[in-house]
């Protein structure tokens, strides 16, 4: 096992020991490498998870839940109105506040369908996926759209600064373009790195009498909630792999049954061995080392 595949293993481990209730009625599994160590750590706690149903965010997710004996339900088999207990997913980046970017996989639609009607969205990763701000290393947005809006999507997306937003294509020419479950197709938009509400706030300080980055995309500079909803509302955009704002916990002290995006915490497996813990507004609040994790 490489260094990355352990780091991605030990996060997803201290992950499960901390937030897997065995009383959980719905779980949400999400997509990619590193969702295989959470169900193998679910495994390896050996209850009874007969009465638990997992919800898969793709075909393969649900083929990983099937794989390890769980019993998978579809989102749209669940019962009317019901709230997942808990959503464990991966990143392709996370930044100092738990904003994410997903849908390096092309599951983006369903990931955010899951975590959103999620109680805790639970965010497991590497150490290479926390940065400062989005975009700091990840080159580009997933946006999930609708073939038929395909030209004026992207030319929306450069008039909001985005330099040579791109149709993902397939591993071969002769597929052409990557098509989702959904049979969309994925943009990936790159753009500056983007701000944090802290960023606009010192960027307006510092230039009283002048004009700072407000985060409505001068010079292509966002905040990045901001732009996650400029986005969503051009025509045709299904998805967008921003996931920002409120956090579950949030949503529902605001009063709303479902909406959060953000996770309520981050585990990052690093280089030593050991997992960083972050909570819900990305301060770190444990450090475990590689001996003890």
């Not at 938009?189 to 995309?217: C, E, N, R, W």
């Amino acid at each position: 096992m490489t260094d990355i595949e352990a780091a991605k293993r030990n996060a997803a481990i201290r992950a499960v020991a901390d937030h897997f209730d065995p009383k959980s009625k719905f779980i949400g599994i999400g997509s990619g490498s590193t969702i295989v160590y959470v169900v193998e750590a679910i495994q390896a706690l050996k209850i009874d998870t007969t009465s638990i149903r997992f919800v898969p965010t793709g075909y393969q997710s649900r083929q990983v839940i099937v794989r390890a004996g769980l019993t998978p339900i579809a989102f749209d088999s669940l019962p009317d109105g019901v709230v997942l207990d808990i959503a464990f997913d991966g990143a392709d980046e996370v930044d100092e506040d738990l904003n994410c970017i997903k849908g390096g996989g092309a599951c983006l639609y369903q990931e955010k369908l899951v975590a959103t009607h999620a109680r805790k969205f639970i965010c497991v990763a590497d150490h290479r996926k926390l940065q400062k701000r989005l975009l700091s290393n990840w080159p580009s947005i997933p946006i999930e759209v609708e073939p038929l809006a395909l030209s004026t999507v992207l030319s929306s997306l450069r008039a909001l600064g985005s330099p040579e937003p791109k149709v993902r294509k397939g591993l071969s020419s002769k597929t052409g373009p990557v098509k989702t479950d959904q049979d969309n197709f994925i943009i990936d938009a790159p753009f500056p790195p983007l701000m944090l509400p802290q960023d606009v706030q010192t960027s307006l300080s510092l230039h009283p009498t002048q004009i700072g980055y407000t985060g409505k995309g001068e010079e292509g500079r966002w905040e990045v909630e901001t732009l996650a909803k400029e986005i969503k509302m051009l025509e045709g955009v299904l998805s967008v792999g921003l996931f920002a704002g409120m956090n579950g916990q949030q949503a529902a002290e605001a009063g709303l049954k479902v909406g959060g995006q953000r996770p309520v915490a981050a585990y990052f497996g690093m280089a030593d061995g050991g997992v960083v813990v972050r909570n819900g507004t990305g301060e770190k609040v444990e450090e475990v080392s590689g001996q003890e994790a």
